[in-house]
T-cell receptor, first 112, second 114 residues
Framework: GENVEQHPSTLSVQEGDSAVIKCTYS??????FPWYKQELGKRPQLIID???NVGEKKDQRIAVTLNKTAKHFSLHITETQPEDSAVYFC???????????WGAGTKLIIKP | ETGVTQSPTHLIKTRGQQVTLRCSSQ?????VSWYQQALGQGPQFIFQ???????GRGNFPPRFSGLQFPNYSSELNVNALELDDSALYLC?????????????FGEGSRLTVL
Protein backbone atom coordinates (compact mmCIF):
# COMPACT_ATOMS: atom_id res chain seq x y z
CA GLY A 1 0.00 0.00 0.00
CA GLU A 2 0.89 3.67 -0.15
CA ASN A 3 3.41 5.12 2.29
CA VAL A 4 4.15 8.84 2.65
CA GLU A 5 7.28 10.16 4.32
CA GLN A 6 7.62 13.81 5.28
CA HIS A 7 10.71 15.86 6.19
CA PRO A 8 11.71 17.67 8.27
CA SER A 9 9.66 16.98 11.37
CA THR A 10 10.41 20.48 12.66
CA LEU A 11 11.43 23.53 10.66
CA SER A 12 12.36 26.88 12.17
CA VAL A 13 12.77 29.88 9.86
CA GLN A 14 13.19 33.60 10.31
CA GLU A 15 10.13 35.69 9.53
CA GLY A 16 10.30 36.77 5.91
CA ASP A 17 12.42 33.82 4.82
CA SER A 18 11.19 30.86 2.76
CA ALA A 19 10.26 27.43 4.06
CA VAL A 20 10.33 24.16 2.14
CA ILE A 21 8.75 20.89 3.28
CA LYS A 22 9.34 17.68 1.33
CA CYS A 23 7.36 14.47 0.98
CA THR A 24 7.96 11.21 -0.82
CA TYR A 25 5.38 8.59 -1.73
CA SER A 26 5.70 4.95 -2.67
CA UNK A 27 2.73 4.13 -4.92
CA UNK A 28 3.27 5.33 -8.48
CA UNK A 29 -0.50 5.11 -9.04
CA UNK A 30 -1.09 8.00 -6.62
CA UNK A 31 -2.33 11.04 -8.49
CA UNK A 32 -3.70 13.48 -5.92
CA PHE A 33 -1.48 15.32 -3.42
CA PRO A 34 -3.01 17.78 -0.96
CA TRP A 35 -1.34 19.81 1.77
CA TYR A 36 -3.17 20.55 4.99
CA LYS A 37 -2.35 23.07 7.70
CA GLN A 38 -3.28 22.35 11.30
CA GLU A 39 -2.92 25.07 13.89
CA LEU A 40 -2.62 24.05 17.52
CA GLY A 41 -5.92 22.62 18.74
CA LYS A 42 -7.63 23.31 15.43
CA ARG A 43 -8.92 21.24 12.53
CA PRO A 44 -6.75 20.47 9.48
CA GLN A 45 -7.50 22.82 6.58
CA LEU A 46 -6.56 22.38 2.95
CA ILE A 47 -4.09 25.01 1.77
CA ILE A 48 -3.18 23.72 -1.68
CA ASP A 49 -3.38 20.54 -3.72
CA UNK A 50 -1.93 19.22 -6.95
CA UNK A 51 -2.85 16.47 -9.35
CA UNK A 52 -0.37 14.34 -11.24
CA ASN A 53 -1.03 15.98 -14.59
CA VAL A 54 0.52 19.21 -13.26
CA GLY A 55 4.13 19.81 -12.20
CA GLU A 56 3.65 22.97 -10.19
CA LYS A 57 0.85 25.04 -8.70
CA LYS A 58 0.98 28.42 -6.98
CA ASP A 59 -1.40 30.33 -4.77
CA GLN A 60 0.01 33.65 -3.59
CA ARG A 61 2.88 32.83 -1.19
CA ILE A 62 2.34 29.07 -1.37
CA ALA A 63 3.48 26.73 -4.11
CA VAL A 64 3.63 22.97 -4.53
CA THR A 65 5.89 21.09 -6.92
CA LEU A 66 5.54 17.47 -8.00
CA ASN A 67 8.17 15.16 -9.46
CA LYS A 68 6.36 12.01 -10.57
CA THR A 69 9.53 10.26 -11.69
CA ALA A 70 11.17 10.65 -8.30
CA LYS A 71 7.85 10.29 -6.49
CA HIS A 72 8.26 13.36 -4.36
CA PHE A 73 6.43 16.62 -3.88
CA SER A 74 7.25 19.75 -1.94
CA LEU A 75 5.52 22.69 -0.31
CA HIS A 76 7.15 26.10 -0.64
CA ILE A 77 6.12 29.06 1.48
CA THR A 78 7.72 32.40 0.67
CA GLU A 79 7.87 35.56 2.78
CA THR A 80 6.86 33.63 5.89
CA GLN A 81 4.70 35.38 8.47
CA PRO A 82 3.93 34.58 12.13
CA GLU A 83 0.51 33.21 11.16
CA ASP A 84 2.25 30.54 9.07
CA SER A 85 3.30 28.82 12.31
CA ALA A 86 1.45 25.49 12.38
CA VAL A 87 1.84 21.80 11.60
CA TYR A 88 1.76 21.04 7.89
CA PHE A 89 0.75 17.63 6.55
CA CYS A 90 1.24 16.25 3.09
CA UNK A 91 -0.94 13.42 1.83
CA UNK A 92 -1.29 11.21 -1.22
CA UNK A 93 -4.12 9.30 -2.79
CA UNK A 94 -5.33 7.60 -5.90
CA UNK A 95 -8.09 10.00 -6.86
CA UNK A 96 -10.68 7.29 -7.42
CA UNK A 97 -9.86 5.83 -4.04
CA UNK A 98 -11.46 6.75 -0.78
CA UNK A 99 -8.57 7.32 1.61
CA UNK A 100 -5.76 9.79 1.98
CA UNK A 101 -2.42 8.52 3.25
CA TRP A 102 -0.85 11.25 5.38
CA GLY A 103 2.70 12.13 6.26
CA ALA A 104 3.69 12.51 9.91
CA GLY A 105 3.64 16.31 9.76
CA THR A 106 6.12 19.19 9.91
CA LYS A 107 5.97 21.71 12.71
CA LEU A 108 6.83 25.07 11.18
CA ILE A 109 8.07 27.72 13.58
CA ILE A 110 8.40 31.31 12.39
CA LYS A 111 10.94 33.25 14.45
CA PRO A 112 10.31 37.00 14.78
CA GLU B 1 -23.44 27.25 5.23
CA THR B 2 -22.97 25.10 8.34
CA GLY B 3 -19.56 23.54 8.88
CA VAL B 4 -18.69 20.08 10.17
CA THR B 5 -19.51 19.67 13.85
CA GLN B 6 -18.44 16.86 16.16
CA SER B 7 -19.50 15.80 19.64
CA PRO B 8 -18.40 15.37 22.28
CA THR B 9 -15.24 17.47 22.10
CA HIS B 10 -13.52 15.63 24.94
CA LEU B 11 -14.26 12.41 26.77
CA ILE B 12 -12.57 10.00 29.12
CA LYS B 13 -13.29 6.28 29.15
CA THR B 14 -11.77 3.25 30.79
CA ARG B 15 -10.37 0.19 29.09
CA GLY B 16 -13.06 -2.21 27.88
CA GLN B 17 -15.78 0.41 27.64
CA GLN B 18 -17.58 1.46 24.48
CA VAL B 19 -17.79 4.95 22.95
CA THR B 20 -19.92 6.66 20.31
CA LEU B 21 -18.71 9.79 18.55
CA ARG B 22 -20.98 11.92 16.40
CA CYS B 23 -20.50 14.07 13.34
CA SER B 24 -22.74 16.41 11.39
CA SER B 25 -21.50 16.90 7.88
CA GLN B 26 -21.30 20.21 6.09
CA UNK B 27 -24.47 21.27 4.32
CA UNK B 28 -24.65 19.70 0.86
CA UNK B 29 -22.06 17.00 1.58
CA UNK B 30 -23.03 13.33 1.26
CA UNK B 31 -19.72 11.68 2.13
CA VAL B 32 -18.19 11.37 5.59
CA SER B 33 -14.75 10.01 6.45
CA TRP B 34 -13.37 9.27 9.88
CA TYR B 35 -9.72 9.59 10.83
CA GLN B 36 -7.75 8.78 13.99
CA GLN B 37 -4.95 11.18 14.85
CA ALA B 38 -2.56 10.09 17.57
CA LEU B 39 -0.52 12.78 19.29
CA GLY B 40 2.25 14.06 17.01
CA GLN B 41 1.12 11.94 14.06
CA GLY B 42 -0.77 12.43 10.84
CA PRO B 43 -4.40 11.30 10.60
CA GLN B 44 -5.01 7.60 9.87
CA PHE B 45 -8.02 6.69 7.73
CA ILE B 46 -10.63 4.58 9.54
CA PHE B 47 -13.50 4.40 7.02
CA GLN B 48 -15.70 6.40 4.71
CA UNK B 49 -19.47 6.46 4.35
CA UNK B 50 -21.29 7.45 1.19
CA UNK B 51 -25.08 7.52 1.07
CA UNK B 52 -25.36 5.41 4.24
CA UNK B 53 -23.02 2.66 2.99
CA UNK B 54 -19.46 1.96 4.12
CA UNK B 55 -17.42 2.90 1.09
CA GLY B 56 -13.94 1.85 2.18
CA ARG B 57 -12.01 0.95 5.28
CA GLY B 58 -8.49 1.46 6.55
CA ASN B 59 -6.43 -0.90 8.68
CA PHE B 60 -8.65 -0.83 11.78
CA PRO B 61 -10.19 -3.84 13.55
CA PRO B 62 -13.93 -4.62 13.43
CA ARG B 63 -14.48 -3.13 16.88
CA PHE B 64 -14.37 0.20 15.02
CA SER B 65 -17.74 0.54 13.32
CA GLY B 66 -19.85 3.33 11.96
CA LEU B 67 -23.15 4.51 10.63
CA GLN B 68 -24.36 7.20 8.32
CA PHE B 69 -27.91 8.51 8.56
CA PRO B 70 -30.26 9.76 5.82
CA ASN B 71 -29.30 13.36 6.68
CA TYR B 72 -25.64 12.33 6.08
CA SER B 73 -24.63 12.75 9.71
CA SER B 74 -22.49 9.92 11.02
CA GLU B 75 -21.42 8.00 14.09
CA LEU B 76 -18.20 6.24 14.95
CA ASN B 77 -18.49 3.45 17.51
CA VAL B 78 -15.53 1.84 19.22
CA ASN B 79 -16.07 -1.26 21.36
CA ALA B 80 -13.74 -2.85 23.92
CA LEU B 81 -11.62 0.28 24.23
CA GLU B 82 -7.86 -0.15 24.52
CA LEU B 83 -5.29 2.31 25.83
CA ASP B 84 -3.95 2.81 22.28
CA ASP B 85 -7.34 4.10 21.18
CA SER B 86 -6.53 7.36 22.96
CA ALA B 87 -6.41 9.91 20.14
CA LEU B 88 -8.14 12.76 18.40
CA TYR B 89 -10.93 11.43 16.17
CA LEU B 90 -11.60 13.61 13.18
CA CYS B 91 -14.62 13.56 10.96
CA UNK B 92 -14.38 15.03 7.46
CA UNK B 93 -17.13 15.61 4.95
CA UNK B 94 -16.94 16.06 1.22
CA UNK B 95 -19.34 16.41 -1.65
CA UNK B 96 -18.29 13.37 -3.61
CA UNK B 97 -17.37 9.77 -3.12
CA UNK B 98 -13.65 9.09 -3.16
CA UNK B 99 -11.00 11.75 -3.01
CA UNK B 100 -11.61 14.41 -5.62
CA UNK B 101 -11.04 17.55 -3.63
CA UNK B 102 -11.09 19.23 -0.30
CA UNK B 103 -12.04 17.43 2.88
CA UNK B 104 -13.77 19.64 5.42
CA PHE B 105 -12.84 18.59 8.93
CA GLY B 106 -14.57 19.02 12.24
CA GLU B 107 -12.67 20.13 15.33
CA GLY B 108 -12.44 16.54 16.49
CA SER B 109 -13.32 14.48 19.54
CA ARG B 110 -10.41 13.88 21.88
CA LEU B 111 -10.73 10.45 23.50
CA THR B 112 -8.65 9.45 26.49
CA VAL B 113 -8.71 5.80 27.55
CA LEU B 114 -7.49 5.07 31.07
Amino acid sequence: GENVEQHPSTLSVQEGDSAVIKCTYSDSASNYFPWYKQELGKRPQLIIDIRSNVGEKKDQRIAVTLNKTAKHFSLHITETQPEDSAVYFCAASIESNYQLIWGAGTKLIIKP
Amino acid sequence: ETGVTQSPTHLIKTRGQQVTLRCSSQSGHNTVSWYQQALGQGPQFIFQYYREEENGRGNFPPRFSGLQFPNYSSELNVNALELDDSALYLCASSSQQGITGELFFGEGSRLTVL
